[in-house]
T-cell receptor, first 115, second 113 residues
């Protein structure tokens, strides 16, 4: 079965720490995405990537960066974690088909708490 | 800019009753429309999608949705709800080509015995 794997289900970090969230997909997908999910706000796109070493800002990129050194791996980096970055983080991938993003495959999410 | 509105934050339905979840979108051209479901502790899973053609689309788990251009709506329906349908449902819209989806804020479905 196809899979998007996020390295941690729960993560607790302190304010000011540098945080890495890892995502790996095994479907050879070109496109990868990072969303954050907050109650009452739905999903908001942080960053996405259409190819290795390529990245694009989403709707809320401030305070985040990303890295895509290999096709299967997309990392989200919080340079200096703050309490307002406490959230559920979802990684997704998709294939470039007739309609890009025809179907997004999601990981199970990482619940990050910043204390 | 594209946007999606899901007017209902929570909906409670009795098991066996019918279900309709509302979704309204704003987009300048023909949109690509999606419904995703998120079960507790899980990522999102695609239920169904509309690109073109027949405006009534069938999805997995017995769900269907109807695209109504005149009302800018893409409502999700199921004739008989099961307890396992309790989850959060997200409507999403996107244009074609290299672009990203915009998600609604979600509707939480509760199923009562």
């Amino acid at each position: 079965d196809v899979k998007v794997t996020q390295s941690s289900r729960y993560l607790v970090k302190r304010t000011g720490e540098k945080v890495f969230l890892e995502c790996v997909q095994d479907m050879d997908h070109e496109n990868m995405f990072w969303y954050r999910q907050d109650p009452g706000l739905g999903l908001r796109l942080i960053y996405f990537s259409y190819d290795v070493k390529m990245k694009e800002k989403g709707d809320i990129p401030e305070g985040y960066s990303v890295s895509r050194e290999k096709k299967e791996r997309f990392s989200l980096i919080l340079e200096s974690a703050s309490t307002n970055q406490t959230s559920m983080y979802l990684c997704a991938s998709s294939s470039t088909g007739i309609v890009t993003n025809e179907k997004l495959f999601f990981g199970s999410g990482t619940q990050l708490s910043v204390l | 800019a594209q946007s999606v509105t899901q007017p209902d934050i929570h909906i409670t339905v009795s098991e066996g009753a019918s279900l309709e979840l509302r979704c309204n979108y704003s987009y300048g051209a023909t949109p690509y429309l999606f419904w995703y479901v998120q079960s507790p502790g899980q990522g999102l899973q695609l239920l169904l999608k509309y690109f073109s053609g027949d405006t009534l689309v069938q999805g997995i788990k017995g769900f269907e949705a109807e695209f109504k251009r005149s009302q800018s709506s893409f409502n999700l329906r199921k004739p008989s709800v099961h307890w396992s349908d309790a989850a959060e449902y997200f409507c999403a819209v996107g244009p074609s080509g290299y672009s990203t989806l915009t998600f609604g804020k979600g509707t939480m479905l509760l199923v009562s015995p």
